[in-house]
């Protein structure tokens, strides 16, 4: 992948890439080499919502809604847990990474446009954005050995969604919520 496009798609955690978000803080925890960061919505000017299997939105962050951001330093990829105002957990969603990085002690993605949805109503795990991982080989932005990094490490981590066999899903983000919140 080519410098200039690397940080086209570099993502800091710490900061929110929603047009609704209005105010929010941000905790950033680091334990060994996964970093925990805990984002509370304060004010929005609109909900962010993403449709499940069956057409239906599902409100993901609204005033008072956590994301509990899981960044794995050795792993190519960030999950990323939802709950509601009142801590009830509503979902994940998980970006396939390039590589997980910090600089000026912030964690940080590089985006490879791969990501895994979870419907929890039937409990469905599926791939989406596959056109904007496709998009970006055609256009170069990405390789052919990053598009097959993508879906090695998405084949992978559904088979350990699938088993429960997945070290960092078993991450209790609620009890970081109720440790700082």
Request: charged residues 35%; glycine residues 4%.
């Amino acid at each position: 992948m080519r410098k200039n496009n690397i940080l086209k798609k570099k993502k800091f955690v710490s900061n929110t890439y929603m047009r609704e978000a209005v105010d929010y803080d941000v905790i950033t925890i680091k334990e060994g080499n996964v970093f925990i960061t805990i984002k509370k919505y304060k004010k929005m000017n609109g909900t962010f919502s993403l449709k499940d299997e069956n057409d239906i939105q599902i409100d993901y962050i609204n005033d008072g809604y956590f994301v509990v951001e899981i960044t794995p330093l050795e792993e190519n990829y960030n999950i990323r847990y939802y709950y509601d105002k009142d801590k009830n957990f509503i979902d994940y969603y998980i970006d396939i990474t390039l590589f997980n990085g910090v600089e000026n002690k912030m964690p940080y993605y590089i985006d490879l446009y791969l990501d895994i949805i979870h419907f929890p109503k039937n409990d469905v795990v599926r791939y989406v954005d596959e056109d904007e991982l496709k998009e970006a080989l055609d256009k170069k932005i990405i390789s052919k050995k990053d598009y097959a990094l993508a879906y090695r490490v998405g084949d992978k981590l559904i088979e350990e969604i699938k088993n429960n066999s997945n070290k960092y899903m078993e991450i209790d983000g609620l009890e970081y919520i109720n440790r700082y919140y």
